[in-house]
């Protein structure tokens, strides 16, 4: 019965809210003329007001006494909303009274209003506490809080090894993920998650950690359910651990939940720096496009591209930078790449490959700056050809498998600064050419394929059943 | 007066095989139909290409797929998952608590434990474990990403496949393969966007159905091919008949479809026009594509491929030659990984090691060629099964069985991917200490299927299709891309 009282308190609690709030307003208005009229309503309305915030003062000492929350809010939330009710009786009943203290027309209007202005501020003060109570202290003006909650910020950098399991990796996942509702503010269930002692304490449900049977440890079960489980934690609609994370708290269960120890003293340090790793990991999930948007393409130059069969196709529904391929217009000759030009602020990856083009086409390919992926296979491009292509400085790949390129062309590269990956399978790229490359551009991944697998005598031994 | 001659068109057949769709779709059907009269009166527009390329929501990592489906389902437990814990409890019965509210497909009773049939080894930086019958595919440890808690909820093999393939276990939602090219169209227009290779002597269980577009326009269902006789059956002309004539026929029956697309707005009508364009560029450009007899002899080498034989090895080849065409999704199955201990064939040390053998070089040559092409970068290769098998081994009916077997297991099994995006020598995922639970990275089909998607640029919750009053997509409700593994 108490705990269903106590959980009226979120519906009543915006009743007296509302209807003192209007009174305030009535009030106000009819200190004009044409609004006088209201002021006959304002009597009932602070009546009715008087009598939610009774029913929510008595719904609020039912709810504080059920669920854990912070004591020290609880105490000013109560004491402000039980301070606002007596304030409304007060203005309730005495409010004829003291209006006729005052002989003066204008006076006595005034009077009325100022009455309202303690009311309000009280209102707005248990408001305010009450919604920190639910929401969290930092929930009215933290911007950023919904952000914060998102990703996990592990604090520490450097040597895992040397990093405290608790300290440094479990206690920051629990902040970013526990402790808003099992915390300082709320403890939820009756948990508290924020310091070691608390989390031996357990809750409501017993103890959350089972070291002698990690993976029954209330604290990790409850990750696992299923998310519509409404015992799953977090709760469905807040901000889910990653599976990193949840690996690196069975990892610490299974160490026995220790709060003191370094990665580098557990037995299962390997793993748990393997999670780690999938954690920090700077997740580089899109491929990149230059930071700076870049105007939609011409039209007209698209469609005399593809009117040829030529793919122009745009990296994604929200960008205009194009990536183009000849793969149907394998007849393609060099005087026939003009018609990229006017494309030449949108393209970054550009497909030629098993086209006619040669060298001359190099030439042109120079008035493309932006671009960062091209494919040259099956050409006949030669040296020359990459001689020329030297200003492309966001090119980041070079595909030249199966053109007449030597070692001669393949050094031209070193004056490619973005470039990061060249493959030359089937060219005359010698490994000497490549390792002067190296030398002076180790920082480009070269791959001259001509990948073989070894014949192995299991290639061809057939298993067959022993004769029994 | 537009909207009168409109509602003339519909005769009483038409209204009642509309009807089976539902009077909504008839409403919809004609609302749709009169805008498009008013607003271009007298002009047949040009029905747009379903195949050409299209965007996808983000920059992707990847632009093509090469999935290889070992169907029947591989022993995880002899091939990557390395348990030595279960080989100290080979023949002895199965504690109850892991057999506690299971069901299984064969297993009855209290099954024996089955020790791994193979012989583990760590490989590469990355230090995976990879088991030897996996001889070659071991060099490669570290080019891929091993995914060893994925877990599905079916174990019979057809909604087994179906699940993989299609995000459900009933019949009647698109595949993946129809997902992608429906989304991202395809960059070669003289090939299907979409191609399947079977091998090993009999398709999947599911059936077609594992490749079909579901409630997608079927031009995006996908092709399958023959690697032995004529790639594509009835794509030769007849005698007789030659190139120039074919083109006018099929001018002249696409102009009759154009003037029925105009009256009715079928977009199966479209999918007709351009499947008849396709078959008709596909007889110059497939024979082209499916034949290996051109590729040098190294490469035959690498991927130990025998002209004119119908084998997984050459299937990998031609998902090489394929995808370089720029077709967009490749799909492989390969039959007989069915290792229930039923015949020497069907055994996880005997059987099961002869599977390997035809598939290890293969695949390990797949990724490595496409890598050496530049290939790799930009093109996804998926390897699985539709589900795991068990640590115990099979007692069907209770009794002894003559060969060493597993039975179906949906609680974990492995996956590898490679390239497009994915990181090099990850693991993600851990069982434990027999295999047959995930203790940490379990992961689902769906979080699979959304991670494929991701790579190609989509958000999976996004790329739907709306059918019979609501949108549909690929992961029906859930899933999640595998970030720990996503380079």
């Known amino acids: 019965m108490k705990e269903f009282v106590g959980r009226l308190h979120p519906l009543l609690v915006h009743l007296p809210i509302g209807i003192l709030l209007l009174a305030a307003a009535f009030e106000l208005l009819a200190y004009f003329k044409p609004y006088r009229k209201l002021r006959t309503g304002v009597r009932a309305m602070i009546l009715f007001g008087a009598v939610a915030s009774t029913l929510s003062v008595v719904s609020g000492l039912s709810l504080a006494s059920t669920a854990g929350y912070d004591e020290h809010l609880i105490e000013i939330h109560r004491n402000a909303g039980i301070i606002t009710t007596i304030f409304a009786w007060i203005v309730f009943f005495a409010r004829d009274s003291i209006i006729t203290l005052f002989k003066e027309k204008r006076k006595r209007r005034l009077v009325r209003i100022f009455l309202f202005i303690p009311l309000a501020a009280l209102i707005g003060l248990t408001g305010h506490v009450g919604g920190s109570l639910t929401h969290g202290e930092d929930y009215l003006f933290a911007s950023s809080s919904g952000e914060k909650l998102q990703s996990l910020q592990l604090t520490w950098k450097g040597d895992p090894d040397s990093a405290r399991l608790y300290a440094d990796i479990i206690a920051p996942i629990l902040d970013t993920r526990c402790y808003s509702c099992h915390g300082p503010t709320k403890q939820k269930g009756q948990l508290r998650l924020d310091q070691p002692g608390y989390i031996g304490d357990g809750g409501k449900h017993g103890d959350v950690i089972n070291t002698l049977q990690p993976d029954s440890s209330e604290i990790y079960r409850r990750l696992l359910l299923p998310l519509e489980d409404e015992h799953h934690m977090p709760p469905n609609e807040k901000p889910q651990l990653a599976s990193a994370e949840v690996a690196l708290i069975r990892a610490w269960l299974v160490e026995g939940a220790p709060f003191d120890k370094r990665i580098a003293d557990l037995h299962t340090s390997a793993s748990i720096k393997g999670f780690l790793q999938a954690l920090s990991a700077p997740s580089q999930r899109k491929r990149t496009l230059p930071d700076a948007e870049v105007a939609r393409a011409d039209s007209m130059s698209v469609t005399a591209l593809t009117s040829r069969s030529i793919v122009v196709i745009p990296f994604s529904d929200s960008t205009n930078y194009l990536s183009v391929s000849y793969i149907n217009a394998p007849a393609t000759t060099d005087d026939q790449l003009s018609l990229l030009m006017p494309l030449k602020n949108q393209v970054l990856s550009l497909d030629l490959g098993r086209t006619s083009i040669g060298d001359g086409a190099m030439q042109q390919l120079v008035n493309l700056p932006l671009l960062q992926q091209l494919s040259l296979h099956h050409t006949r491009i030669s040296d020359d050809g990459l001689k020329k292509i030297r200003t492309l400085n966001q090119l980041q790949s070079l595909n030249i498998v199966s053109t007449d390129i030597t070692d001669t062309g393949l050094a031209e590269l070193q004056h490619l600064k973005a470039l990061k990956k060249v493959w030359c399978f089937n060219t005359r790229v010698t490994r000497s050419g490549v390792s002067k490359l190296l030398l002076v551009r180790p920082d480009i991944a070269v791959d001259t394929g001509g990948y073989v697998l070894p014949v192995r005598v299991t290639d061809t031994l057939e298993y067959k059943a022993e004769k029994k | ?487």
């Open chain 2, 1 to 487: 007066m537009m909207i009168s001659d409109e509602l003339k068109r519909i005769s009483r057949r038409h209204f009642l095989s509309e009807s089976a769709v539902g009077l909504g779709a008839v409403a919809f059907g004609l609302l749709a139909g009169c805008s498009d009269v008013k607003s271009k009166p007298g002009i047949v527009t040009a029905p747009v290409d379903p195949m050409l390329p299209k965007s996808p929501h983000f920059p992707g990592r990847a632009k093509r797929v090469i999935y290889l489906h070992m169907a029947g389902a591989p022993s995880q437990l002899e091939m990557f998952d390395y348990k030595p814990e279960l080989m100290k409890l080979h023949n002895q019965l199965c504690p109850p608590s892991l057999l506690e509210g299971k069901r299984f497909a064969f297993i009855r009773g209290v099954p024996k434990m089955l020790g791994p049939q193979a012989v583990f080894k760590q490989h590469g930086q990355s230090g995976a474990y990879i088991s030897e019958n996996l001889p070659h595919f071991s060099t490669i440890a570290d080019e891929v990403s091993f995914l060893k808690g994925v877990h599905t909820d079916q174990f019979n093999h057809a909604p087994a496949q179906l699940f993989v393939h299609t995000g459900s276990p009933r019949l009647g939602r698109p595949s993946i393969g129809s997902w992608i090219t429906y989304g991202l169209g395809t960059e070669n227009a003289n090939l299907p966007g979409f191609v399947v290779l079977t091998s090993g002597g009999k398709t999947p269980d599911a059936g077609k159905s594992v490749w079909g577009s579901g409630f997608l326009p079927s031009v995006y269902q996908g092709v399958q091919c023959r690697s032995e006789g004529d790639p594509v059956l009835f794509l030769s002309d007849p005698q007789g008949l030659d190139r120039n004539l074919k083109r006018q026929t099929i001018d002249a029956i696409n102009e009759v479809n154009s003037q029925h697309f105009d009256e009715f707005r079928d977009p199966e009508t479209l999918t007709r026009m351009a499947q008849y364009e396709m078959a008709y560029r596909m007889q110059m450009s497939v024979p082209e594509v499916m034949n290996i007899n051109n590729e040098p002899e190294y490469i035959h080498q690498l991927y130990g491929t025998t002209p004119g034989k119908a084998s997984f090895a050459n299937n990998c080849l031609l998902a090489r030659k394929l995808v370089e065409q720029g077709v967009r999704f490749v799909q492989l199955f390969d039959w007989g990984w069915d290792a229930h201990g039923t015949s020497p064939a069907e055994s996880v040390d005997i059987g099961l090691k002869n599977k390997c053998r035809t598939i290890d070089r293969a695949m390990t040559a797949l990724v490595l060629d496409l890598k050496q092409r530049g290939l790799l970068d930009e093109t996804l290769v998926v390897w699985g099964g539709e589900f795991g098998r068990t640590p115990m081994q099979e007692n069907r009916e209770g009794k002894e069985m003559a060969f060493h077997g597993r039975d179906h297991h949906t609680d974990a099994f492995t996956m590898w991917m490679a390239g497009g995006g994915i990181k090099q020598g990850a693991t993600w995922g851990e069982t434990d200490e027999i295999g047959y639970y995930p203790v940490s990275g379990k992961v689902s089909l769906h979080d699979v299927q959304a991670t494929i998607l991701n790579q190609l640029g989509f958000d999976h919750e996004k790329l739907t299709y709306h059918f019979q009053g609501r949108p549909f997509r690929l992961t029906d409700v859930s899933g999640q891309a595998i970030r720990e593994i996503i380079a």
